[in-house]
């Protein structure tokens, strides 16, 4: 186990995930152009991907078409990898993605190794200096490199939650007996959200479940949940290769742009394993990290894919964060990790969301940033945490809130890049990490089993953020019913 203070300062832009913005010398994000590393671009690899049939053209208030059955009709699976399996560096489209990125940019880093049980082996790695910001050693969450933005990992404001699932989208098994969770599987968590407050989260989804199950994925699209990537087939990412890496993102993006017709900004790495080296792979395929600051450990209860962990040891953890809200002891908001893994877990948000809405702001990771372009695709214009139609309502809430039946207004210009303008308060972390090694061979990915990060815990220092940035404000219209 290591601790480790890490110095976080995050800022967010007056730009919308700019597409043509260059580092400042100090390592935050502006109008410089004497910089000579390559800006975030929209990845030009995916321009001829047309859209799908079936899918929202912006941000959709509602209505919302909750069928309960969806087509399990797979993508063309002869343009893309083995559904979990291990994508082929050598394939030609994963070649011309490489040659997009300046390698010149990208940390030197080592390629990490495992142990049998999957552990990473982080012996021989100086944690003190951490060199390469290596969270799955010191949990650090500030790049080394300057033109790297910090992660996202939290939400500034006191109450607000930040709701996140991974592993998704959430597939049917169509096996027999007791780990049979087809009525689990999707829509039945998304439908659920809309029927529950219009409830929206950030959905991290892996390319092997989306190309097995687009329509799933059309679904939190068009319900307005937030889509980033979650890997192609899940492995730590930093025991790969840059090639084997930029696989793991290409065929993933390729998949969502297939399926939704979005090309995601943002991404989630599987166990939150991530270095510098990893970070610039993303970034330069136009994909900011996100994280978090809370962990359910939902992944590791009984069920398809799952573990043996007590479901009342996840009872306990919600339990907790209410009875600290309650109490005012919390000091920034959260992001919370959970999963559509199986049963277990969606059944487990089931029975503590309701209970959430009533201490928090719950809102997606992403909302609560005030980020509303989390795609390439600039018609979506997603609501924001000052004007978010899908805040849960309750009397501890520090922000305003607004009808959801009504014209809803939010800020075009916030993004996932930091601002030379922006000021922020500096902000301390300090957290225990526990390396997860479980992979998962059975069409369902774990999460990470990392010990619960606190911020006023006896092991986690005080986050200290900058209030959100005031911006301008635009028009939405509602959509049409899709699925």
């Given amino acids: 186990m290591y601790f480790s203070l890490i110095s976080a300062a995050l800022v967010l832009v007056s730009g919308d995930f700019v597409s043509a913005q260059s580092a400042t010398a100090s390592g935050a994000v502006g109008a410089s152009s004497t910089s000579p590393y390559l800006p975030q671009t929209s990845p030009a690899y995916l321009s001829n991907i047309t859209k799908p049939s079936g899918v929202v053209d912006s941000y959709n208030f509602g209505p919302y078409n909750t069928s309960a059955t969806l087509s399990h009709e797979p993508l063309n699976l002869k343009n893309y990898p083995k559904p979990w399996g291990k994508p082929d560096p050598k394939h030609p489209e994963v070649q011309a993605a ?42 650090c969450v500030k790049p080394k490199v300057s033109y790297l933005p910090e992660d996202i990992y939290m939400c500034p404001n006191v109450g607000d939650w930040g709701l996140t699932y991974d592993d998704g989208p959430f597939n ?9 969770d087809d009525k689990w599987a999707e829509p039945q968590l998304y439908n659920w959200l809309a029927e529950h407050g219009n409830q929206k989260a950030t959905l991290f989804y892996i390319g092997s479940n989306v190309v097995t199950f687009p329509e799933a994925a059309k679904r939190g699209l068009n319900h307005g949940h937030y889509l980033c990537s979650h890997t192609w087939s899940h492995p730590q990412m930093t025991t790969m290769s840059n090639e084997e890496a930029v696989a793991e993102f ?51 209860m009984p069920g398809d894919g799952g573990g043996d962990l007590a479901p009342s040891k996840v009872d306990g953890y919600f339990q907790g964060w209410i009875d600290k809200q309650k ?22 948000t089931e029975k503590w969301l309701p209970k959430l809405q009533q201490v928090f702001n719950v809102v997606p990771a992403l909302a609560c940033q005030n980020i509303t372009h989390p795609y390439w ?12 139609t899908t805040k849960s309502h309750n009397s501890n809430s520090s ?22 303008q922006a000021s922020a308060q500096p902000s301390s972390q300090a957290s225990e990490n526990v390396d997860a090694g479980k992979n998962n061979n059975n069409a369902a990915a774990q ?8 911020s006023d815990s006896s092991d986690a220092g005080s986050l200290v953020m900058p209030t959100m940035l005031t911006l301008g404000a635009a028009a939405f219209a509602s959509m049409a019913i899709v699925n």
Wanted: a negative charge; glycine letters at 6%; proline letters at 5%.
């Fill in 327 to 348: 109490a005012g002891k919390y000091k920034t908001g959260h992001i919370l990790l959970e999963h559509e893994l199986n049963n277990s877990t969606v059944s487990m």
């Fill in 447 to 454: 999460g990470s089993d990392v010990k619960n990060l606190d």
């Fill in 98 to 139: 490489m040659k997009t990125i300046n390698w010149d940019k990208v940390p030197k880093a080592p390629t990490r190794k495992g142990k049998s049980n999957g552990d990473l082996i982080t012996d021989n790695y100086d944690e003190d200096k951490d060199p390469y910001c290596w969270w799955s050693d010191t949990n």
């Fill in 172 to 180: 049917p098994n169509h096996e027999k007996g007791p780990l049979n």
């Fill in 250 to 300: 290409y065929w993933t993006l390729k998949a969502i742009k297939e399926a939704t017709g979005v090309t995601v900004k943002c991404w989630r790495p599987p166990y939150g394993d991530v270095d510098d080296r990893i970070r610039s792979i993303a970034w330069q395929m136009g994909m900011r990290t996100v994280l978090w600051n809370l962990d359910t450990n939902d992944w590791d």
């Fill in 377 to 388: 695709e600039e018609q979506f214009v997603y609501p924001t945490e000052a004007h978010n």
């Fill in 399 to 420: 922000q305003s809130q607004v009808s959801a039946s009504g014209a809803a207004s939010s800020v075009h210009a916030a993004s996932i890049q930091p601002s030379a």
